[in-house]
């Protein structure tokens, strides 16, 4: 709504405020995580409903999306800003390591209002994308990733960026079977944290000198008792660094997880913990976000600004909610939100799987895995009374029945 004195506050700006005001006004954002194949909008919609504050497309390989609108048009669909369901806010992630193709893969996303911010994927393990020299690879390689947030921040100082990390597996003295982060590999984690937020984020806060002494183990869960000291001494920030005011514009996301560990062992919330102490641009806790209890033990051990969950959405998208298992309203949601939109029958099989497998009885998920067509999911959430065909609901004003 706006007046003759000027649009509402209630109203979130379009772009670069809509993020720094979700992480101003909101001590806990609830975030969904990027998933390849999953994240496609109907599930964007469908999670947003049910309580998510922000959230990721899958990620997009940028040397393609930068140069072909047919690329583009496949991979990413999304509502305009003004549209009700409107699908914002939300960041496009980026398979990328050359900053050039970042800048303008970011410019052509961020164009007419189709996102708030980008992301830089440096968290996903695949041999493809690694080979490539994208996702957990960059881990090796900051300076690289340093390079592309230089050349968004000097290029292209208008669009948010937001950089996922995983904990950096480590070879030291402390690696061990699992391969969960160390002492080495937080130490690491740390000094890369430090320099994704001095090189896109923050230059106005840029530390002369910062000296961090760890000691310990960090592994207190399992092996040892040893507690973990850092020592974080900040001597002064450095008055002469260019002052751009963007402060509130970067984002890191931390998978608690080395690249080599196994998504069955918990997720190193210490860690977390640790980055997000040295950090002053807002931090997201990534990892075994389950159901709502997990929120707020994430949150609390760590002190984050927001958690991102993946697998638990894709189980259970109301958990953000507060629900501990998918409520029948949000299947038909789903169902509804994916006939609107469109998801292809392979896609939303899978969906409905994840969602239903919890709640069903053996037969039934059988019966579930055997259904080989959108009219037989259809028919099949209809018969276990999760979703209510168009013809069944009562009229709307101006809409017949059975018009979508
Ligand atoms: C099916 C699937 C697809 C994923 N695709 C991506 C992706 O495109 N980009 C990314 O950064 N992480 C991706 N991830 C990792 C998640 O975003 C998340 O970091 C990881 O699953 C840990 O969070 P969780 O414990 O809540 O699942 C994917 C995970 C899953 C399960």
Same mark, same amino acid.
């Given at each position: 709504m706006?007046d003759a ?9 379009r772009?670069r ?5 979700l992480?101003?006004?909101n ?5 969904s995580?990027?998933m ?6 109907p599930a964007r919609?469908?999670?947003r ?11 997009f390989?940028?040397s393609?999306?930068a ?7 496949c991979?990413?669909?999304t ?11 939300l960041i496009?992630q ?9 800048v ?25 994308v690694?080979t490539?020299?994208y996702g957990?690879?960059l ?5 690289d990733?340093v ?11 208008e %669009?948010?960026v937001?950089v996922?990390? *995983?904990?950096? =597996?480590?070879?030291?003295? +402390?690696?061990?079977?699992? !391969?969960?982060?160390?002492r080495?590999?937080l130490?690491r ?6 320099a994704?937020?001095d090189?896109?984020a ?6 002369t ?6 000691h310990?183990d960090?592994?207190t869960?399992r ?11 900040y ?13 509130s ?8 997880r ?7 062992v ?7 913990k640790?980055i ?11 990892g075994?976000i389950?159901a709502?209890?997990?929120v707020?033990?994430?949150q609390?051990?760590?002190? %984050?600004?927001?958690v991102?969950?993946? *697998?638990?959405l =894709?189980?259970n998208?109301? +958990?953000?909610?507060?629900? !501990?298992?998918?409520?029948a309203?949000?299947?038909?949601d789903f ?11 392979h ?11 919890p709640?069903?009885a053996r037969?039934e ?10 009219c037989?999911?259809?028919?099949f959430?209809a018969a ?10 009562p009229?709307?004003?101006?809409v017949?029945?059975?018009m979508?």
């Amino acid at each position: 709504m706006s007046d003759a004195t000027g649009p509402s506050e209630d109203v979130l700006p379009r772009g670069r405020p809509t993020l720094q005001h979700l992480f101003e006004t909101n001590p806990c954002v609830k975030v969904s995580g990027p998933m390849v194949r999953y994240s496609k909008l109907p599930a964007r919609l469908l999670w947003r409903k049910w309580g998510c504050d922000l959230v990721y497309t899958p990620m997009f390989v940028a040397s393609c999306f930068a140069v072909s609108q047919r690329a583009r048009d496949c991979d990413f669909t999304t509502t305009l800003p003004e549209a009700n369901p409107a699908d914002r806010p939300l960041i496009v992630q980026f398979a990328v390591a050359d900053p050039q193709i970042f800048v303008n893969a970011s410019r052509i996303a961020f164009a007419n209002g189709s996102c708030d911010g980008v992301d830089i994927n440096c968290g996903c393990p695949q041999k493809w994308v690694c080979t490539d020299g994208y996702g957990s690879s960059l881990l090796e390689r900051p300076q690289d990733i340093v390079a592309m947030l230089r050349a968004a921040r000097d290029q292209i100082p208008e %669009v948010p960026v937001s950089v996922k990390i *995983r904990h950096i =597996l480590a070879d030291d003295e +402390l690696k061990n079977r699992h !391969n969960e982060p160390t002492r080495e590999s937080l130490y690491r984690t740390i000094e890369l944290a430090k320099a994704v937020q001095d090189a896109g984020a923050c230059p106005s806060r840029i530390l002369t000198h910062t000296v961090i002494y760890a000691h310990g183990d960090i592994r207190t869960r399992r092996y040892t008792h040893t507690v973990i000291y850092i020592h974080i001494i900040y001597i002064t920030p450095n008055p002469h660094a260019p002052c751009m005011d963007r402060a509130s514009d970067g984002l890191l996301t931390v998978h608690g997880r080395t690249a080599k560990t196994s998504s069955s062992v918990p997720v190193c919330l210490e860690g977390i913990k640790m980055i997000k102490e040295t950090l002053s641009i807002p931090v997201i806790a990534n990892g075994d976000i389950f159901a709502p209890d997990d929120v707020l033990r994430t949150q609390e051990m760590t002190g %984050v600004n927001g958690v991102m969950s993946a *697998r638990g959405l =894709l189980q259970n998208p109301a +958990l953000y909610a507060g629900y !501990n298992r998918v409520p029948a309203a949000a299947v038909q949601d789903f169902l509804d939100l994916s006939i609107q939109y469109g998801l292809s029958y392979h896609l939303l099989h899978n969906h409905l799987m994840f969602m239903l497998y919890p709640v069903l009885a053996r037969a039934e998920r059988r019966e579930l895995a055997e259904c080989a067509s959108l009219c037989a999911l259809m028919d099949f959430c209809a018969a276990q009374g999760l979703w209510t065909p168009f013809e069944s609901r009562p009229a709307v004003a101006g809409v017949t029945p059975g018009m979508l």
